[in-house]
């Protein structure tokens, strides 16, 4: 019987080793850049090539979220945007993983 090894729905990115968080870190950052010029095709690749980089499952939005809510600086976790919480901090909008909400939820300032 072939057994199959699952990967996680979400990762921390201080998890990985330093060579693959920088090559994610480019990879997001291009990511982020096709998104401000509204280039959503490769928007999309970038997110499928980075959960294939870290070892992430990708989720059936094909589109992953980063934890950044000022709560919780030390999670940088990544995950199913479909699973994000939303939150503005002034003019900023944050982001919050399933477990940071279920931690310490924030909701707009």
Not at 76 to 104: K, S, Y
Request: some cysteine; overall charge negative.
């Amino acid at each position: 019987m072939l057994m199959t090894h699952a990967l996680p729905p979400e990762i921390r990115l201080d998890t990985l080793p330093t060579p693959t968080a920088d090559i994610f870190e480019q990879i997001w950052e291009a990511a982020e850049s096709a998104a401000t010029h509204q280039d959503l095709t490769t928007y999309a690749l970038l997110h499928t090539q980075a959960a294939h980089l870290i070892g992430l499952a990708l989720p059936a939005s094909r589109e992953l979220a980063r934890c950044t809510s000022p709560c919780c600086w030390t999670c940088d976790t990544i995950f199913d945007a479909a699973q994000a919480h939303l939150h503005m901090d002034g003019t900023i909008e944050r982001v919050q993983c399933p477990g940071c909400w279920d931690d310490h939820p924030r909701y707009s300032d």
